[in-house]
């Protein structure tokens, strides 16, 4: 979420508490995971110092050394645990794992992978890659990042206050009535196309002939996609996972994605960003290169403790726990996404990825919040915060216990009455 909805969100939320200091406050708002890690990444975040780590059979995994197993922060004191910068770029194994384990016959080479601290922020350094003489097209709805480092960036134009969108951002509407793809037939060319799937807020997947579509739009229009996989493993059906899947992408993408929503690295931070080789500039110079410039001069590298973390996430225990607590979430969204049909809206995503989309025709989104927030004491995302064709939908976040999932359901089915 940009800034100004999240901080109406905060004002509007400290008003009601203030109104009824007794209730219960609910947030399905703002995408926060709440399920603890899973225990093998956390060991392997305390318990790795002097650590080795072990590739057998394409599994990942630390064998403590039995003379020294201290916890990591306590060893980061000594003088044989501790240690200073690593690669900017992010350690080799878990580079070599993310491509093995996540791109397994994609043909993604670990040295076109960059580890860093998540992946709003490798969003803020792929913008300073494309500098401030871009066009840009986003999807609308679509994460407000996009449109936000697009204005800092001074990309954007100016905002038109009567249709709520800037001037020099083409908005691409995606909706039920065009299956959340936009008509690329009536689509302007444009230097840039930021593109999230499973999309962040609708929760759609697209499919392999839609993506296939865009990778095509993007060879003729001399465009490149910045494609935001954050959500990926949330996908459930045949749609794909990642750009790359597709042929001819990796002359057109770039792919960013996170271990936040996955593994509940929220707070740990920890991302990747993959730029192919096959990606050059009209003068056929390698993207590559300048954003391996980019990471060395901007940024140090990811800290070696979540580093350490996501190589376990990747284990073979690890990536199974990881993809429980996926598992976990997305049965919070079909609940909700049970919960909001039974009162006849008309609901999109919670499938493939952990949003639901809602749809109150006729009415403004703010309107909605209010009125929710009022009933039920529950927090939830005006959908107007994602681009101007969210008016009328809001936003509802699968992340939460299951006790707090299932008490917002049951209030939530009260609206009507």
């Known amino acids: 979420m940009s800034n100004a909805p999240n901080t109406k969100i905060l004002h509007r939320e400290i008003k009601h508490v203030e109104k009824y200091p007794n209730a ?109 003489n871009v066009s ?69 997947a697209v499919s ?8 095509e739009f993007a060879q003729l229009n ?28 990796r002359k057109v993408a770039i792919e960013i994605s996170s271990f936040s929503k996955i593994a509940g690295f929220t707070g740990v931070r920890l991302g990747w960003t993959v730029v192919p080789k096959e990606l050059l500039y009209l003068n056929g110079f390698p993207v590559i290169h300048d954003f391996n410039r980019i990471i060395c001069t901007s940024f140090n590298g990811a800290s070696n403790i979540a580093q350490a973390g996501g190589l376990a996430c990747l284990s073979r225990e690890g990536f199974k726990e990881v993809m429980c607590k996926v598992d976990y979430y997305r049965e919070n969204a079909k609940i909700l996404v049970d919960t909001f049909t039974s009162l006849g809206l008309r609901v999109y995503g919670g499938s493939n990825a952990p949003y639901v989309w809602v749809h109150f025709p006729g009415s403004r989104s703010w309107d909605v919040f209010n009125w929710i927030l009022d009933k039920t004491h529950i927090i939830t995302v005006p959908g107007i915060g994602f681009g101007p064709a969210g008016e009328g939908y809001m936003r509802v976040s699968a992340f939460g216990r299951r006790e707090t999932i299932l008490e917002a359901s049951k209030r939530l089915k009260t609206l009507l009455c």
């Open 136 to 204: 840009i097209a986003v999807q609308d709805p679509s994460f407000p990042g996009y449109i936000d480092s697009s204005v800092i960036m001074g990309q954007s134009g100016d905002l038109k206050n009567e249709s709520g969108r800037y001037g020099n951002i083409k908005y691409m509407k995606c909706s039920p009535e065009n299956d959340f793809f936009p008509d690329l037939s009536k689509t302007a060319r444009t230097d840039v196309i930021f593109f999230c799937s499973p999309n962040n807020p609708s929760g759609h």
């Open 208 to 215: 392999r002939q839609q993506l296939q579509q865009l990778v």
């Open 24 to 132: 219960k406050v609910i947030s399905l708002g703002v995408g926060d995971t709440t399920q603890p890690l899973p225990q093998p990444v956390a060991l392997s975040m305390s318990n790795s110092y002097n650590a080795l780590v072990v590739r057998c059979k394409e599994e990942y995994r630390f064998l403590n050394d039995k003379d020294e197993n201290k916890e990591y922060a306590r060893g980061l004191s000594t003088p044989q645990g501790y240690s200073g910068y690593g690669l900017e770029q992010g350690n080799k194994e878990l580079r070599r794992a993310i491509a093995e384990t996540l791109y397994k016959h994609l043909s993604v080479e670990d040295t076109e992978i960059f580890v860093s601290d998540g992946a709003q922020c490798d969003l803020s350094r792929v913008q300073l890659l494309l500098g401030s």
């Open 222 to 249: 001399g465009s490149i996609i910045v494609y935001d996989a954050a959500y990926a493993a949330y996908i459930s059906d045949s749609s794909p996972k990642s750009i790359y899947e597709i042929p001819g992408s």
